[in-house]
């Protein structure tokens, strides 16, 4: 949530910066009930101020023995307007922060300005992508020659987007998934954390998920919980509502869950495989911090993501999003994007953001720099670390055979059970 201190000093700064993000007039609705607020906190300080005086003066009144019986009834009056207003108040505040929660994050200065994905920038490559002597086989294809996937009996389950993965199928997921929580916890200094897999609504507005993307949420029935569409969400509001010691940061978290989302809007992209589920295992790194140190922090989560990937040995590149492509909580993004050969294209994998202190605002999350210091919001950050079913996808297609046989990368050999390779039933 932006600071509406800042939009009331700096109207412009915020417009001009939201209209790099091709958002006009977010501000106008926002700036004229505040001006309403304004108004109405002068009177109900005026009347405030009658009251007070008035009292003061029916004490005296009785102590002179005079009747204040018409004082007393301006007094009444004035305690009832001062009631009304006060309603009226509270209508104009919810109604601004309202506003605010549907605002999204202002860019960085160093995110590249463009309407779309076109405008985004690429700012490395890791690996190169295998030269094939044969024509290679999407994982759509693979995954039920391998009798590994199982996308039939997946919407006999439960209708599109879902997969069914079958046992050395149901071992690679697992296998990636161990693997990337040894290699963060292990190498990169992350405390592993298993949360619940349903949170508040609260949680969901602390991370800006609510109110605005409400329909790509999954609600569940008759209570005001939602299944988690990212472990960002539980691990960013474990500390909620709190005020934490400078010293504990930077706080690294990392978590499996399984993610749900109804992928409202994108319907007709990625409709085969994997790619894009309504159901899908990630692995998630959330990072809390101080503001000074954020974005060498985003620079270092994007390093732990992109590790993962070296040494899987997938071929990957890094891309710099756009504020025309970049997610509604953050203020600068770095998309991680696998090479996929069916697609003939990268495709994402992993997305590393700071969001600096645009959820810390909405979740209440703050810290002191040392004991004499008055609070102030952390800056919050999170990435993928990364999508598994996208993870054994970019495996299949990457690692395949002439045969139709998959290897096995070597790193997930051993949780693998020594196996090496896949080979078609």
């Not at 963060?184 to 949680?203: K, N, W």
Request: glycine share 8%.
């Amino acid at each position: 949530m932006l600071d509406a201190k800042l939009i009331r000093a700096k109207p412009e700064m915020v417009e001009a910066a939201l209209e790099k993000r091709n958002i006009s007039g977010a501000l106008d609705r926002f700036i004229v009930l505040d001006e309403e607020r304004r108004a109405i906190l002068g009177k109900v300080e005026e009347l405030k101020g009658f009251r007070n005086n008035a009292s003061m003066e029916v004490g005296r009144m009785k102590k002179q023995g005079i009747e204040p019986e018409a004082l007393m009834e301006q007094v009444r009056q004035v305690g009832m307007e001062i009631k009304a207003l006060d309603d009226q108040l509270k209508a104009i505040e919810d109604n601004l922060e309202n506003i605010l929660l549907n605002i999204p994050n202002l860019p960085h200065e160093s995110v590249p300005v463009g309407l779309d994905e076109s405008a985004n920038v690429e700012v490395r490559r890791w690996g190169d992508p295998r030269s094939f002597d044969f024509e290679p086989k999407a994982h759509w294809d693979l995954g039920p020659e391998l009798d590994i996937l199982d996308f039939e009996r997946a919407a006999k389950l439960s209708g599109a987007r879902f997969t069914v993965y079958k046992g050395a199928g149901a071992r690679l997921e697992r296998a990636v998934i161990n693997f990337y929580l040894d290699v963060h916890t292990g190498q990169h200094g992350y405390r592993e954390i298993l949360p619940p897999f349903m949170v508040s609504a609260d949680c969901m507005t602390g991370t800006g998920q609510l109110p605005k993307f409400a329909e790509d949420m999954f609600k569940v029935e008759g209570r005001e919980m939602y299944l988690v569409p990212t472990a960002e969400v539980p691990l960013t509001n474990l500390y909620r509502e709190e005020i934490l010691d400078g010293a504990q940061l930077p706080i690294y978290l990392t978590a499996y869950t399984p993610c749900f989302r109804a992928e409202a809007g994108s319907h007709g992209r990625d409709t085969r495989g994997v790619i894009r589920q309504h159901q899908f295992n990630k692995v998630e790194l959330v990072k809390i911090t101080d503001p000074d140190h954020s974005y060498d922090e985003l620079e270092k989560l994007t390093a732990d993501a992109e590790r993962v990937l070296q040494l899987l040995g997938l071929p990957y590149r890094v891309v710099l999003l756009s504020t025309g492509d970049m997610g509604f909580s953050s203020a600068k993004t770095y998309d991680l994007e696998v090479w996929m050969p069916s697609y003939q294209a990268y495709k994402e994998i992993s997305s590393c953001s700071n969001c600096e202190d645009f959820q810390a605002r909405r979740a209440n999350i703050r810290f002191r720099p040392d004991a004499k210091s008055r609070p102030q919001y952390a800056h919050t950050l999170n990435g993928s670390g990364v999508a598994v079913g996208r993870t054994v996808a970019a495996i299949l297609e990457n690692y395949q055979e002439a045969d139709g046989s998959v290897v096995i990368p070597e790193v997930l050999r051993p949780y693998m059970g020594g196996l090496e390779v896949m080979i078609p039933v």
